[in-house]
Structure formats: structure tokens, C-alpha cells
């Protein structure tokens, strides 16, 4: 397994068109995070699983944004009627979290990241 | 909520000389804490990170950090640069506690380059 990778890696699109990317994470890992990184600034979380389930996600994450992991496998992220402000790169990364009592130490690989342009 | 500060968004230092990329952190307990580097285009690898233990820790390419507690900072040393080290830098916070979710606040970045 070479890590976590992403498709496409760039995605242009006009302003009102539905896109998905997909994430395919580290196989034996259990845990996937989305992360949206705009221009200049640092990643910010989007939300994230634990295996199948979509256990948090940001405020960021608007009723457009959608995403899924089936069978806590492949994660897709879907945004709707895309705007230009949704332009950025967005960022998986997976980890295998051991948990000691009620710590959870979490290692995150992130993927080359998908760069979205809304025109 | 935890944040991250790196008073430095760039850096510009000669080749062979040293570097100190500072970081410093607000939050309620003492979390776990990463330095990434982002080069052009890419995504991110992973330098160094702390969980516990010794405050002095060693990382990938000749990378050093340092957790200081009463300063609540965790700045990145390297004792002579090199061309290839131009780059961003991502210092990064996540919480400790399982149930939490671990996931990781970044700060705004640094952008280091480096003069021949």
C-alpha cells in the first residue's frame, strides 16, 4: 500500500454543478478526515468517520456538502450546486486511532489532496 | 476550542544557516502536537510529533521540536538548512481523548525560503 490517495486531483467546474471527489484511504485504517485548505491558510477539519460512520462534522459543512464511506472502505465527498467560494483543496487523511483507556493516540496520513475551482 | 498561532507567515533564511519556525497553542489540557510540511501542489507529510514523554523530540530530515508547557509553544529547529527545505510549514494540535475525536487544528502556516 503506497498511502492514502485522491481522485481526481484537479477538478474544475462552473459555478452551480454538482462534483465528488474520492478518497481511498490507508487499508488497514479505521478512521478517515476530510480537511478543506484554502489558498493561503491552513487545513480546516470538514468531518470524519470511524469506519463506516460519520461521526462529526464542522459547521463548515454546509447542506450542500455530503459525504460517505461505505462499508468503512473508499470515502466520497459530494458538494452540490457548487459556488466559488467553495474553491480549495480538499485534503483526506487517514489514521488507525489506538485507544489507551480514554486517550486515543492518531497518527493522520494525508492524501496529495483534490484542488477544486468553482468558475 | 483549541487554536494554533504562527506569528511567522514568512521566513526567509541563507542556505546552511539555522531555523526556529515558531508555534504556539491555546487549549485546555495539554494536546498532542504535529509540525507538517506542505511543498507546492502537494499534500502533507508528517516532520515530528509529540504525545508525551521527553519535551525535546526528533523528526524526518533533520527536524527538531521542542514542547515547552509554561510557554504553551512548540517550535520547529533545524540546526542548518538546506535548499530542498522550502516549503510550508504546518504546526498542528489535536486533542488527547478518544471520544473527541482527534482531529487537527492547524495553524495558519509559514512559508520558509531559502536564499542560495
Known amino acids: 500500500d503506497t498511502g492514502v490517495s485522491q481522485n481526481p486531483r484537479h477538478k474544475i467546474t462552473k459555478r452551480g454543478q454538482n462534483v465528488t471527489f474520492r478518497c481511498d484511504p490507508i487499508s488497514e485504517h479505521n478512521r478517515l478526515y476530510w480537511y478543506r485548505q484554502t489558498l493561503g491558510q491552513g487545513p480546516e477539519f470538514l468531518t470524519y468517520?470511524?469506519?463506516?460512520?460519520?461521526?462529526?462534522k464542522s459547521r463548515l459543512l454546509s447542506d450542500r456538502f455530503s459525504a460517505e464511506r461505505p462499508k468503512g472502505s473508499f470515502s466520497t465527498l459530494e458538494i452540490q450546486r457548487t459556488e466559488q467560494g467553495d474553491s480549495a483543496m480538499y485534503l483526506c487523511?487517514?489514521?488507525?486511532?489506538?485507544?489507551?483507556?480514554?486517550?486515543?493516540?492518531?497518527?493522520?496520513?494525508f492524501g496529495p489532496g483534490t484542488r477544486l475551482t468553482v468558475l | 476550542a483549541q487554536s494554533v498561532t504562527q506569528p511567522d507567515i514568512h521566513i526567509t533564511v541563507s542556505e546552511g544557516a539555522s531555523l526556529e519556525l515558531r508555534c504556539n497553542y491555546s487549549?485546555?489540557?495539554?494536546?498532542?502536537l504535529f509540525w507538517y510540511v506542505q511543498s507546492p501542489g502537494q499534500g502533507l507529510q508528517l516532520l515530528l510529533k509529540?504525545?508525551?514523554?521527553?519535551?525535546l523530540v526528533q523528526g524526518i530530515k533533520g527536524f527538531e521540536a521542542e514542547f515547552k508547557r509554561s510557554q504553551s509553544s512548540f517550535n520547529l529547529r533545524k540546526p542548518s538548512v538546506h535548499w530542498s527545505d522550502a516549503a510550508e510549514y504546518f504546526c498542528a494540535v489535536e486533542p488527547p481523548y478518544n471520544n473527541a475525536g482527534n482531529m487537527l487544528t492547524f495553524g495558519g502556516g509559514t512559508r520558509l525560503m531559502v536564499k542560495p
Open positions: 487549549y485546555g489540557a495539554t494536546p498532542y
Open positions: 468517520f470511524q469506519n463506516e460512520a460519520q461521526l462529526e
Open positions: 509529540y504525545f508525551s514523554g521527553d519535551t
Open positions: 487523511a487517514s489514521s488507525l486511532t489506538i485507544s489507551v483507556g480514554v486517550l486515543g493516540y492518531n497518527e493522520q496520513f
